[in-house]
């Protein structure tokens, strides 16, 4: 079915641009942090096997990531999903963390930004405007070419 997912009652593309920065701007990620973070994503992708992680990198002081979330999914809910999944253990695996966090479990700031990564909105203009011109079906794949 392409890009294009599918829950019981729904078709659906809802792809999200996530951006998770590290608590007070502190530049803490390396490779070796960022690894770590990868192995958490796919432990969150097998609890959450809706959630699929598209494209994650990162700087020093923030983690992007490309999400695909369902509809019935919040994106919040999901941004704390990550968050608390790799805080503690994070802090575990690295010692050097609990130092420059002492005090908490939190190594990500409170707030995110998020942004959806969506189909052309001239597409979606052109699609509404041809409605009953050679109606190719609406969950097909063909329906943005």
Same mark, same amino acid.
């Given at each position: 079915?392409?890009?294009?997912?599918?829950?019981?009652?729904?078709?659906?593309?809802?792809?999200?641009? #996530?951006?998770? !920065? &590290?608590?007070?701007?502190?530049?803490?990620?390396?490779?070796?942090?960022?690894?770590?973070?990868? /192995? =958490?994503?796919?432990?969150?992708?097998?609890?959450?096997?809706?959630?699929?992680?598209?494209?994650?990198?990162?700087?020093?002081?923030?983690?992007?990531?490309?999400?695909? #979330?369902?509809? !019935? &999914?919040?994106?919040?809910?999901?941004?704390?999903?990550?968050?608390?999944?790799?805080?503690?253990? /994070? =802090?575990?695996?690295?010692?050097?963390?609990?130092?420059?966090?002492?005090?908490?479990?939190?190594?990500?700031?409170?707030?995110?930004?998020?942004?959806?990564?969506?189909?052309?909105?001239?597409?979606?203009?052109?699609?509404?405007?041809?409605?009953?011109?050679?109606?190719?079906?609406?969950?097909?794949?063909?329906?943005?070419?």
């Amino acid at each position: 079915m392409g890009r294009f997912k599918r829950t019981s009652h729904a078709v659906y593309f809802c792809e999200y641009h #996530i951006v998770i !920065t &590290t608590r007070y701007r502190r530049k803490i990620i390396n490779e070796g942090i960022f690894a770590h973070l990868e /192995l =958490k994503l796919r432990e969150v992708h097998e609890h959450y096997p809706h959630l699929e992680f598209q494209t994650v990198n990162h700087d020093k002081d923030h983690l992007h990531i490309k999400a695909s #979330i369902p509809p !019935t &999914t919040g994106v919040g809910k999901m941004v704390g999903v990550i968050k608390q999944n790799s805080s503690k253990d /994070l =802090k575990q695996k690295f010692p050097f963390l609990k130092q420059v966090y002492w005090g908490t479990d939190k190594i990500w700031s409170d707030g995110y930004f998020v942004s959806t990564v969506g189909i052309d909105p001239k597409v979606i203009e052109r699609y509404i405007e041809q409605q009953g011109e050679n109606d190719r079906g609406q969950t097909s794949d063909s329906l943005f070419e």
